[in-house]
Structure formats: C-alpha cells, structure tokens
C-alpha cells in the first residue's frame, strides 16, 4: 500500500512538476559547474568534491527526486550493481538529491539501493541543482517513502550528466525529455563512459 501511494504521488501531480516545459537543463558541450559538498556512502558522510573526482576521469553526475522512492530505488540498485563496468571505464558516480545526510546516509548503506558502492550527495537548498539548470519541486504533502517515512523535502528532475575529465558535459540525460526509466539512466551513462574509454585507447 505505501508503495503504491509513493507511485501514484510521483506519478500525478509531481510528475507533472518535474516534466515541465521550463526544463532547462545544461547541455553538450557548457562546463560543468565544480561544487563540493556533503555526500555519502556506504552511511558515513564526508566532503565530496568535483573537480578532486575528475582529475581521476570523467564523473557521471545523476539528480533524482527521493532516495527510498521507486524510480530511485532501481536506479540506485542498478549503479550499484553495474559500478564495476564504471570502475573499468575509470569513472566516479555521484548521486544528488534534496534529502538531508540522515536519509541520504540510510539509503547509501542500504543493500538494496546504493549498498555502499558509490556516493550519493545531500543538496537540501538545491543549489547544486541549480547550478546545472535544473529546478525543485515543492515538497509535495502526503508523500511517503516505501519505508512509510514522510517525505517532506522537495524533488529535482530525474537527469544524468556526463562529464569528461577536462569538466564538459557530453550528454545530458532526462526522464522528462528523453523519456527514459530509471535503470536507462544508468546503461546510457554507461555506454557512453565505456566509448570514451575505448576512443582514448586507440
């Protein structure tokens, strides 16, 4: 039943905010605003920072609207399970959300969303979100978690950006644009870091 209430929430009238024609997400080619902030994984938080991450490679930088939601349940599941292929490709992956450390600590430890194999950010204000083009949501009242937690904080529109080492972005992917799943963020983000890697080999 609470998974089914969080579905129908997010599929009415938030879906409605976060596929709004305002979207305006940074595209190919603009430079990846750095930021550092608070993140966490594997539920101990410390500072992460952007442009440390890419003097390793390219970072797969993703926003999604709620940890312990359904969309963002699979997609986290999915990094976490293909974050080796990542690993190969010599890429960080950050998740971003408006959910405070708290939550955002539970849900990076979690077995069966992030399982402690890659970060996951706290952006509570949105400023990170922001800076990348994107909007929040307004926290939307009656919302619960699939734990049957209130969700009280607002929501960014599920994107994924690609960044090189040098800080481009090279693909920008969205839900609302793009009108792909959860898991799809993923695998597309994925084949691209891998072309990336095998261009530079040859």
């Known amino acids: 039943m609470q998974k089914h209430l969080v579905t129908s929430i997010l599929g009415g009238a938030l879906l409605a905010l976060l596929t709004a024609p305002t979207f305006a997400a940074l595209q190919v080619g603009a430079a990846a605003p750095d930021f550092t902030t608070t993140a966490s994984v594997a539920g ?43 690993t190969a490709a010599n890429t960080t992956i950050i998740g971003v959300s408006a959910d405070s450390i708290k939550r955002i600590n539970a849900f990076s430890s979690d077995p069966s969303y992030c399982a402690g194999k890659f970060p996951v950010a706290s952006d509570p ?40 080492r040098e800080g481009k972005i090279v693909a920008t992917l969205s839900s609302a ?17 891998q072309h990336m890697r095998a261009a530079k080999a040859r």
């Open 44 to 86: 101990k938080d410390f500072t992460f920072s952007l442009k440390q991450a890419l003097r390793k490679g390219p970072v797969v930088v993703y926003f999604f609207p709620s940890a312990f939601t359904q969309g963002c349940d699979i997609e986290a599941h999915t990094f976490a399970t293909e974050k080796a292929k990542f």
């Open 125 to 164: 204000d949105g400023k990170i979100a922001a800076a990348y083009g994107l909007t929040m949501a307004p926290p939307q009242k009656g919302v619960v978690d699939v734990r049957g937690v209130t969700v009280t904080h607002g929501f960014f529109p599920r994107t994924t950006f690609v960044i090189d």
């Open 177 to 193: 644009v793009d009108h792909i799943t959860p898991a799809q963020h993923v695998t597309r983000s994925l084949a691209i870091v």
